[in-house]
């Protein structure tokens, strides 16, 4: 599997193949702020299963974002997205 860094991760979020996950570990995933745009990072478990929803605030203008993170079984593919959680 390759090694991927910050700049890779925004094409495989938006991309319909996902970013590849490594199993049993925390993955480090950057997301843009619904609201600012301002890129913030979070770490996906996979464990915690394959549908994952959560509210994180934005570092920079500390609005909450509510993330939707999806795994493909098979894959371990991610994709993720997120919305304000209230305008």
């Not at 993330?67 to 098979?74: A, G, K, M, P, V």
């Amino acid at each position: 599997m390759p090694d991927f860094d910050d700049d890779d991760f925004e094409d495989f979020i938006n991309d319909e193949e996902g970013l590849p996950l490594k199993p049993g570990l925390l993955n480090p995933v950057t997301w843009h702020c619904a609201r600012c745009g301002e890129a913030n990072e979070t770490s996906v478990d996979p464990s915690a299963g394959f549908e994952q929803e959560y509210v994180e605030d934005c570092t920079v203008c500390c609005r909450p974002n509510v993330i939707f993170i999806n795994i493909d079984e098979e894959s371990l593919r991610l994709t993720l997205r997120n919305e304000l959680e209230y305008e």
